[in-house]
């Protein structure tokens, strides 16, 4: 079982930014799996917001958060991010990350491992 950690939710503003992190601990370089971001806001189902590739780092964005939303990953620390800009109201949920192995991708259910959920919370 693969664990992965976030941090990096709270309570902020409209407008604001927010980065989160998603951490798989092992050895540096030790993480070969594609990762993605995934929320849900309460009363909806859990949708895809965006996803980097292990290898090549090629990414793929939910419209709802393209040219607003970037992630990126730090394979040194087994890490990806998500730096969240110009936040809205609908931006509101419970944030998961998630990884797969590389001949896993999409937008769906299908990664292998989740993390917890951490709250992104925003305020008018």
């Known amino acids: 079982q693969v664990q992965l950690i976030e941090s990096g939710g709270g309570l902020v503003q409209a407008g604001d930014s927010l980065r989160l992190s998603c951490t798989i601990p092992?050895?540096?370089?030790?993480?070969?799996?594609?990762m993605a971001w995934f929320r849900q806001a309460p009363g909806e189902d859990r949708e895809f917001v965006a996803a980097?590739?292990?290898?090549?780092?090629?990414?793929n964005y939910a419209d709802s958060v393209k040219g607003r939303f970037t992630i990126s990953k730090d394979n040194a620390k087994n890490t990806v991010y998500l730096e969240m800009g110009r936040l809205e109201l609908g931006d509101t949920a419970v944030y998961y990350c998630?990884?797969?192995?590389?001949?896993?991708w999409g937008t769906g259910e299908g990664w292998n491992y989740w993390g917890q959920g951490i709250q992104v919370t925003v305020s008018s």
């Open positions: 998630a990884a797969a192995t590389q001949d896993r």
């Open positions: 980097v590739r292990w290898t090549g780092g090629s990414t």
């Open positions: 092992g050895p540096p370089y030790s993480s070969r799996y594609n």
